[in-house]
């Protein structure tokens, strides 16, 4: 069985610019929650997609937005960025919206 | 958002002590997570519990879900180094789809 993964790992970035992040949910995941953790903090609820679709948004503006594939792959775009955005941006997979959610080890995105 | 008061921040214990941790909420949760979290590496579930009183073991790991609804407790017993790491908590309110996450406890264990 093959757990959550994240690509890339580490990512540097200027600010203004745009990012993709891509998380493939581990083997019989249907629902994917995306979660950006600052430097020192516990990890901060940005969206979550089940069957292709955003089901629950944190408080995160429109210039975060996602995607889920029919593999139930999904995207993470970030538009304009900030240096606050510089996080470890972390994707959780679960078999249904309200289950146990497994994540995967994350991507450092680093804003100058 | 919101994020749930975990205590202490952080522990220095020696190899071979048991350790206690708590989280607390000024909200009501239905469901408590247990992760742990090495450095550049994301969170790893330890426990879950779904329901209040609960008492659910996982190896030396013991967590219990408060009747409150608004607290959880994690204890691990014969503490070992690879014990070291960031604890967190996380609740899932009734209805609700996303985790809210805990301020982490720091261990230290001491060989």
């Known amino acids: 069985e093959t757990g959550v993964t994240q690509s890339p790992t580490h990512l540097i970035k200027t600010r203004g610019q745009q990012v993709t992040l891509r998380c493939s949910s581990q083997?019989?995941?249907?629902?994917v929650s995306w979660y950006q953790q600052a430097l020192g903090q516990g990890p901060q609820f940005i969206f979550q997609?089940?069957?292709?679709?955003?089901?629950g948004r944190g408080n995160f503006p429109p210039r975060f937005s996602g995607l889920q594939f029919p593999n139930y792959s999904s995207e993470l775009n970030v538009n304009a960025l900030e240096l606050d955005d510089s996080a470890l941006y972390l994707c959780?997979?679960?078999?249904?919206?309200?289950?146990?959610?497994?994540f995967g080890p994350g991507t450092r995105l680093t804003v100058t | 958002g919101q994020q749930l008061n975990q205590s202490p921040q952080s522990m220095f214990i020696q190899e071979g002590e048991d350790v206690s941790m708590n989280c607390t909420s000024s909200?009501?949760?239905?469901?408590w997570l247990w992760y742990k979290q090495d450095p550049g590496e994301g969170p790893v579930l330890l426990i879950a519990?779904?329901?209040?009183?609960e008492l659910t073991s996982n190896g030396r790991l013991t967590a219990q879900f408060g009747i409150t609804r608004k607290d959880s407790f994690l204890n691990i017993s014969a503490s070992i180094p690879s014990d070291v790491g960031i604890y967190f908590c996380?609740?899932?309110?009734?209805?609700?789809?996303?985790?809210?996450f805990g301020t982490g406890t720091r261990l230290t264990v001491i060989p």
């Open positions: 909200s009501i949760f239905n469901t």
């Open positions: 519990l779904y329901k209040a009183g």
């Open positions: 997609y089940y069957r292709e679709e955003e089901n």
């Open positions: 996380a609740g899932r309110r009734s209805g609700a789809n996303n985790l809210f």
């Open positions: 083997s019989g995941h249907n629902t």
């Open positions: 959780a997979s679960s078999s249904g919206q309200g289950h146990e959610q497994y």
